[in-house]
């Protein structure tokens, strides 16, 4: 009962929240005279501010202080790229189809809640079957389409608008597809992401760096997903703004020289292994997380630092953030490490952004496909004698054996590892065949001794040539404002007590407006001295808004702290202002020349409230009700 | 021949420009290594940098200017909003296809080709064959799908790459088309502009201003148009971003309170007359061309006037900068007036903001559509006795002489202006019928004396409910870059003579990187400075580069120029450094402390070069050549 309870206050939260929101036009469902599309939505004039200064922050706290190659590159991309990237193929979800209506559904969002429901709702459920279901809801994300159908079938599950009967399972991609040209020739799709932009850009990027690892590139731009069924309103959307950056290291050197500027950082972490033993999210200092091998290597331990200062400087409650490592299943094959950063919402833990050591996987996928080689180069300084493994497959051998896929075991032999080349090495000595994953097929197949030969052998080397590892932190800008919006939102008692106002409490750097300049009552004098005000304020870049109209000044606060704008100035003199503080309702008063240097001071970030409260008098407000 | 010889130098200065861009990475080839797709490109790093730049200046030239209220919508559209506005029939451009390869062209590009080839090429042409393939290129835009085919057909006009048959022209809609959700059964386009996401939006941003007229509203955003064959390299792209203003005023006050503010600036413009009468553009005073009428309304002269003012402001040269008024048969039948901002560029006049009164048609057009009354409400402060038109159709008279029509002819009786209107009522008293054009059917129609009722009525009205005018500035932001590219390439010669080096005279404003910091010689000390300079600029968010390469000062400056990086900071001393200006390469001696300061004041345009050159010593360089 009281997790009902929970959930039902979190809804109306939630619903007061978005109440706002929609009201105050940060959100609008888009084309909605025409009855909106499910999954997209607009930002309107205080979400859009929003959102560029979000953005804005981003480009200065990422791009400026790392200097990283920004890149622009456009949301229509052909088929190659995404068959390369593997999203053809991959990226897809379950879907099944009520078999009458034609209507469509995630398999696994019904099987999921068809198990919390039962979990919920069914008082006479044996402990046995509420572990059943709780396993369901844990292992959904592994389930194949197989097993998925199964379970539909055995629950029963059917059409939760209809009842009627659903589809097996089957695989939905979720790219917007289109096509290029006029032809009908050539097919493309909108991006799914802005990632692979940057990665068939590297050896560009690379030479314009000096040829020289480490550099960073960053990507600001829209991403396109086709969901099935969008829910959990504007967390889950068809179009977004994603932020990403593809930093590029030597996978031997993992080291960050301004690691130490984050070491001391102490923030919530939740490690796999905390994940597994069922334990809870633990504040650990990340200097230490690194150093104890928890997070893999100094520079993904560098981003997470970056990307907590971030968020946090953003209005992000340091309390409701974690960093999140995922658990073996979670992650790709290829991936070294992966962590990501869930900020705690109404709709629970959300993964805003992504921080993840995918290794050389992108960059060596795009050199196969294209047949040019994404690789750097570092040249020593004089020739070194190395041992090299060489690998040579036995072609003969290999095809008589497998046939059609003796290609596919040729080049599973080939990428091996030098780890795991010796240990075949030694096996093939010891037994003479041995066991061999190939991925490629799904399947292991015995590899015998006649099969490959595999020898260190000494070479000079000029130079070595080799594929950089590639650190990604990846951020869903719409997610991440989503849950500012949460965090920032309060509600207080207005001055006669008959009702809550609501407030934002935006710092000043994210807040859609920076300041309103209202005449105290109606007067020409002091409508002419808000005008010049607000003349001032543009000149200095702030964005401000001017009220003129009668309504009382505590109506006249109620509206503006309501749209987060920190800042107010009162005009109640020709010569001196009130400036209100949003969240204290503390004012001062400023001289009419310095009222615009003194809100750029304290918008810019330069001082804090604090320091301009003790710089000015502070003003008792004599004068009709502040709320 | 002196036509070609310039058209020759044109190619050659062009070649330079998108040489020294490519090889700098200001723009890429998009997906280039998998040889790339037609009309797609990235802004590499420097391009990106200068996008942004645009991009922040236009919102602080428009948006914060004006308070505009900004909004972001979603690129992906469903059908029925590009239908209402006419996207869905009406976006395409004719098409003619290689009948034995299948490849598509542009019908008008191949008969423009034709006719240019035998200007120019064609020494035997008969005085009055010139003249005809004048005209015919003159009118190109007008000619319907049967003449252009004819044409093609009497030229006898084949396949460029292969010489063999063409098929007929026939119209190929420009939007990208793809499906929206799982079903297939809502299909949906990429925007072909970014104007829609408002006008349907008119009715809550017009709440949100407090409904009141006049407002703007303003999206930065991409667009997406599937040219047939895209030419003009990166002028004409399939993806692009746009950035519209949509001004709504009251259609009977057109005047501007800010009108003062532009009226008196002079410049390049270029009216309907003088282009009907074979002259060239002409300057005139901006506030003289709205009292003389040239430009319809004050309104629409303060947006050219503030977009003459954007464009200089970036560095477009004024004198290669014209405004020119749509031709009647340019101008939709809606439009009250509309001008170009053209500037001059290697591939001639190019169409980069377009300023155009568009009346009440697109919030008409979608009112219909969705059922939503898009209008504006004007309060009387008390009831006035007003003259209303009144037009009755006669539905049954309608009905049996224009049958399946009947519904088109009753709607455009009902849509005619007071004016039309009392023609008619006068022209039926007079002949008892008339001769009236049915847009929407394409041809007149003859309306007698008992198919409608015209009268004037009077009636008390407590409020005027009308349909605002639009005025629509829409800027082509990829167009006004390229044509900033080339308005501020030039090349000097180096020190020793033997080769062009290459400058970009960006303003600090656009420039993608605002200075660099070189230590003068390889030396730990002045490598340490030029780290402590750096870290300065970037607390102060001043975008620089960092070049400790041991490579001679002057290499060092020129790739620098030829990025636009308009200050140099070298570090010669550990106490103070110079910083040297791109064009006059004229250098001043600042000491440590000051050098963020000094770098932002003049980036952040509160001090031009002039005034600092003013306060610091200029410093005479000793040291191995600078160029």
């Avoid at 086709?226 to 977004?240: D, K, M, T």
Wanted: charged fraction near 25%; include cysteine.
């Amino acid at each position: 009962v009281s997790s009902n309870s929970d959930g039902s206050s979190k809804e109306a939260f939630r619903q007061a929240v978005v109440n706002t929101l929609e009201r105050r036009l940060f959100y609008i469902p888009s084309f909605k005279i025409y009855r909106g599309v499910a999954g997209l939505y607009d930002y309107g004039p205080p979400g859009c501010a929003v959102k560029s200064n979000v953005l804005a922050f981003w480009r200065q706290h990422f791009v400026l202080e790392e200097n990283m190659l920004e890149v622009d590159c456009p949301c229509v991309t052909p088929e190659i790229v995404l068959k390369a990237s593997g999203h053809v193929d991959k990226f897809t979800d379950l879907m099944v189809k009520d078999e009458k209506t034609g209507t469509c559904y995630r398999a696994d969002h019904l099987l999921k809640d068809y198990c919390k429901g039962k979990l919920e709702k069914d008082l006479t459920l044996s402990p046995e079957k509420a572990a059943e279901f709780k396993h369901v809801v844990s292992v959904l994300d592994d389930l194949s389409s197989e097993e998925l159908g199964a379970k539909l079938k055995e629950y029963d599950i059917r059409s939760p608008d209809t009842g009627n009967q659903l589809s097996d399972p089957y695989p939905f991609n979720l790219m917007f597809q289109t096509s290029i040209g006029p032809s009908g020739l050539l097919p493309g799709y909108m991006r799914p992401e802005t990632a692979q932009g940057i990665f068939v850009n590297f050896k560009d990027l690379y030479y314009y760096n000096g040829n020289k690892l480490p550099f960073a590139a960053a990507q600001i731009g829209q991403a396109f997903r086709n969901e099935i069924s969008p829910r959990q309103g504007l967390l889950r959307v068809r179009e977004f703004t994603l932020a990403e950056i593809e930093h590029f290291v030597d996978p031997e050197d993992k080291s960050h020289p301004k690691f130490v500027d984050v070491a001391k950082l102490e923030f919530l972490m939740f490690p796999r292994e905390e994940q597994l033993a069922g334990k809870s999210a633990k504040t650990m200092i990340l200097g230490q997380a690194v150093s104890k091998g928890t997070i893999n290597n100094e520079t993904l331990g560098y981003f997470i630092g970056r990307v907590y200062l971030f968020l946090t400087l953003l209005g992000i409650d340091k309390d409701r953030l974690r960093f999140r490592q995922h658990l073996p299943n979670e992650m790709a094959h290829y991936a070294a490490d992966c962590w990501d950063a869930e900020i705690e919402c109404s709709y629970g833990w959300i993964e805003c952004v992504g921080i993840a050591d995918r290794s050389a996987y992108d960059l060596r996928a795009h050199s196969e496909k294209s047949g040019v080689p994404l690789v750097a180069h570092e040249k020593f300084s004089e020739p070194r004698e190395v041992e090299k493994l060489v690998i040579t497959p036995s072609k003969k051998e290999l095809g008589l054996a497998f046939k059609g896929n003796q290609r596919m075991v040729v080049e599973a032999l080939e990428a091996m590892s030098e780890k795991e080349a010796l240990e075949m090495k030694k096996a093939l000595e010891d037994k003479g065949e041995v066991d061999f994953q190939v991925c490629t097929l799904g399947k292991s197949v015995v590899i015998k001794k006649n099969m490959v030969s595999i020898s260190m052998e000494r070479k000079k080397e000029h130079q070595r040539v080799f594929t950089p590892s590639v650190i990604e932190p990846s951020f869903g800008i719409g997610r991440i404002i989503y849950c500012l919006f949460e965090h920032s939102f309060y509600t207080r008692p207005s001055k006669s007590e008959d009702e809550q106002l609501n407030v934002f409490r935006f710092p000043p750097l994210v807040a859609p407006i920076k300041c309103t300049v209202f005449p105290l009552i109606k007067s020409q004098q002091f409508d002419e001295v808000a005008k010049l005000i607000a003349k001032s304020l543009t000149a200095a870049g702030i964005s401000h808004i001017i009220d003129v109209t009668g309504t009382s000044i505590g109506k006249r606060y109620a509206r503006t702290d309501e749209l987060g704008v920190p800042f107010a100035i009162t005009v109640d003199s020709t010569t001196s202002v009130t400036i209100r503080e949003r969240d204290s309702k503390e004012q001062i008063r400023v001289s009419i020349d310095e009222v615009a240097s003194a809100v750029k001071e304290v918008t810019d970030g330069q001082s804090t409230w604090a320091d301009v409260l003790w710089r000015y008098p502070t003003h008792v407000t004599t004068h009709a009700a502040d709320e």
